[in-house]
């Protein structure tokens, strides 16, 4: 760039900033960095061994300001970089993001191409496989939440294809929440899955999926001196229906849930006993689920051995080391490396990231 635009592009930057100083507000930006490798080894006929490894780079700049009322609101455009390790150019994928957020008294609303890291937690298993974690890292639609320090409730909508001819209508929309008490937790989520079919010349059945979870559990971390100690159990009652061929199942289980942390070293276990949650897996796959997989398995266990190999304000980085084990009665292995960088962390900006995971 000759000298002569580079000093206008600095002067204009200049000017910006000094316009959006007297008018009260401030330039935002953001950019978080994940890296992951993970190596899966499946022995299981509901799933199949491979190894994922990439990255993912998400920048974002915008304006945020604050009203007379304490509220305060950010509006961002940015995109997500996926880049699959060897594949070169031709598979990377450039995904846009842009959405206003608005925050006030405890509620946040944020509209538009969402990062699904503005989310206050993970979702469980069932409803969320990895694999989409890393592909599809934007809740496209709409975001809220409320916070008290007795606990929280978040919604979201999450509009995942406009009708073409190659693309179908699906949309999703889900409600969870969790309220704590001392040691006592009492939560649940409520989803509905909607795949309809195509907009033009192709028809496929419209389906349905929708499940509710009611669960109650124990939070002894405090009480025997460890950094958590959370037990969950509850029911899952599923809601499966293919409209073309008028078929409906009502699938149910009881899962249970163990997260244990002690310093940089942690486990997270589950077991899931009932009907297969998936019915209708083995023919939409996750354009209806976009859970994991093995919860097409009348009964499924999993345990988690993570240690965090490096922490900070604005970096983490862990390993964890998975065990599967489903109606097959095949033990399955599953190793995770994963990195991560957050800018806004790093600015001292973590409010609305409350709970983020490495990978979110």
């Known amino acids: 760039m000759p000298r002569r635009n580079l000093s206008r592009t600095l002067a204009t930057a200049a000017l910006l900033l000094l316009a959006l100083r007297a008018a009260g507000q401030q330039l935002a930006y953001d950019a978080d960095f994940v890296s992951y490798f993970d190596n899966r080894e499946y022995e299981a006929r509901h799933q199949l061994s491979q190894t994922l490894y990439g990255f993912r780079l998400s920048p974002a700049v915008g304006v945020s300001l604050r009203d007379s ?7 961002m455009g940015g995109a997500h970089y996926l880049q699959p390790m060897g594949a070169g150019w031709r598979r990377a994928r450039l995904i846009p993001t842009a959405y206003l957020s608005m925050q006030k008294k405890g509620f946040t609303v944020m509209l538009g191409a969402i990062p699904y890291s503005a989310r206050r937690g993970a979702l469980p298993g069932y409803l969320r496989y990895d694999s989409l974690t890393y592909a599809r890292p934007n809740i496209e639609g ?4 409320y916070e008290s320090r007795h606990g929280h409730c978040e919604f979201m909508c999450d509009w995942r294809g406009m009708p073409t001819r190659d693309k179908r209508e699906m949309f999703l929309l889900l409600l969870n929440g969790e309220f704590h008490w001392r040691w006592v937790l009492l939560g649940g989520y409520a989803q509905l899955n909607h795949k309809a079919s195509y907009g033009e010349g192709r028809r496929e059945g419209v389906c349905d999926d929708a499940y509710l ?3 109650a559990g124990i939070d002894l971390g405090p009480t025997v001196g460890i950094d958590s100690l959370t037990l969950r159990c509850g029911y899952v009652q599923g809601y499966q229906r293919e409209r073309e061929s008028r078929t409906r199942y009502t699938p149910g289980g ?3 849930e163990l997260t244990a942390q002690w310093k940089w070293v942690g486990v997270n276990a589950s077991i899931y006993y009932g009907a297969p949650l998936m019915p209708l897996y083995a023919k939409y796959g996750n354009d209806l689920n976009q859970g994991d997989p093995f919860y ?4 499924y266990g999993r345990a988690e051995i993570y240690a965090r190999l490096y922490s ?3 970096v983490d980085c862990h390993f964890s080391w998975s065990f599967h084990v489903d109606d097959t009665k095949r033990l399955s292995h599953q190793q995770r490396l994963v990195g991560s960088f957050c800018l806004d962390r790093l600015m001292g900006r973590a409010a609305g990231r409350l709970g983020r995971r490495l990978v979110q």
């Not at 709409?142 to 939440?145: P, Q």
Request: glycine share 8%; aromatic share 20%; charged share 10%.
């Open 296 to 299: 097409q398995s009348p009964w």
């Open 213 to 215: 979870h009611a669960y």
């Open 312 to 314: 900070n304000a604005f």
């Open 69 to 75: 009322t304490g509220g305060a609101y950010r509006l």
């Open 254 to 256: 009881l899962l249970a």
């Open 142 to 145: 709409a975001y809220m939440r």
